[in-house]
């Protein structure tokens, strides 16, 4: 399978902004850099939903906006179809559309088939391609029934459809989505994460970047992602892979007949929930020290417990950041 966006060692440091007042206080102490991204490497798939997962800060709006053209790296390259964005953004931005979660460049006053007219032609297309384009991207969105009224009377939702549509008018391979539901309501969400996968994704064959600090949304949107903290890449690859060894505990869920207490011991900590049926079901932290979870079942049984199922669990991406080392400050993008 080809490649569709590709870094390697990508670097952005930023200086930070020094006022008048830290000037004239302090003239010849120099602005301390902050570092976005440090070393970053990773390939993307084509026709792939590939997740860039973190905390607030930790570099993904960076690293979108150094493949949109928007930044330039401070050291490494990246590509975007084989096209180096250092050295022909032009083609770059042909080939990539970028949504963000806090649309301020629409035309407020206008209504969003004005909006998708006037981006059209900005692209090159002619008046009546463009008009033809905005017509078929607002009937994709479902927006047929709203097309013709001001953006400003959008719904958060609305406006953000409107955005993918913008991005979609010069059919470009690739799609850039920061934060994409952020601002929108569960509903909403749900349904924004379904055309992403479902339309753009399986049905016209987008590569889709999601960058986004919501868990659930990247399990259940992409098939590979990297996670990242303070610039840097921490674990990366499918959830299954990332979730995998990682330190601490194995976590169970059994359910147990006749449980009259549940045991004790440092190696496990123990969720119980009494069922109607006299089945208790018991959520299993154990540790991995090799004996730990066998121990723990021959205690239920010692206590007159019957085990009726007893299934592992396997960790979510929230244990993943849990494990992250605590942020000391500084963070950018």
Known sequence: MSVAILAENLTKVYVKRRSLREVALRPFRRAEPVTALSGLSLET?????????????AGKTTFLKILTGLVLPTSGRALVIGVDVAQDDRAVKRSIGFVTSDERSFYWRLSGREN?????????????SARRVSADLLREMDMESVADRSFMSYSTGMKQRLAIARA???????????????????????????????????????????ATHNLP????????????????????GSVAAITAGLPGRDH????VRGLEAPPSDPRWRLEVERQDDGIARLAAEVERDGR????????????????????????SLQEVFDLMEPDPGGRIG
Not at 220 to 227: A, D, P
């Open 45 to 57: 798939r084509t026709g792939e939903i590939f997740g860039l997962l973190g905390p607030n800060g």
């Open 116 to 128: 998708l007219d006037f981006f059209a032609r900005l692209y090159g297309l002619d008046a009546a």
């Open 168 to 210: 979609l008018l010069h059919d470009p391979p690739v799609l850039c989505l920061d934060e994409p539901t952020r601002s929108l309501d569960p509903i909403a969400a749900k349904h924004l994460r379904r055309f992403v996968v479902d339309r753009l994704n399986r049905q016209r064959g987008k590569t889709v970047l999601l």
């Open 217 to 236: 949304e990247a399990e259940e949107m992409c098939s590979r992602l990297v996670v990242l903290d303070r610039g840097r890449i921490v674990r990366q």
């Open 252 to 255: 169970y869920v059994l359910s």
């Open 292 to 315: 730990a979870f066998s121990d723990l079942l021959r205690a239920i049984l010692d206590s007159r417990g019957t085990i009726v199922s007893c299934a592992r669990r396997e960790p």
